[in-house]
């Protein structure tokens, strides 16, 4: 992945490089010295963005339905 896709994902997730640094632990100078050539973006940060981006969907999905299941039936 080159970093301006992973500036692209991080945007399309409403994220800034700090919060990725926060959410995964990593130093926020890490993630700012990732470049194409010399430190690239390393392989696992794809997948860990998209998983991120299911489980922030489906979390909401929960929240969305989460009432209606608990709900106990007026019979």
């Known amino acids: 992945m080159l970093k301006k896709d992973f ?3 991080l945007d399309d997730l409403g994220l800034s490089r700090k919060d ?3 959410l995964t632990g ?3 100078s890490s993630v700012s010295n990732w470049h194409d050539e010399k ?3 390393p392989s696992w940060v794809g997948s860990w963005l998209e998983n991120y ?3 922030r969907d489906l979390d909401s999905a929960v929240a969305i339905f989460e009432p ?3 709900k106990k039936s007026l019979s």
């Open 39 to 41: 430190k690239p973006v």
């Open 20 to 22: 990725f640094a926060d």
């Open 26 to 28: 990593l130093a926020y």
């Open 7 to 9: 500036d692209k994902k």
């Open 53 to 55: 981006s299911k489980a």
């Open 68 to 70: 209606y299941i608990n």
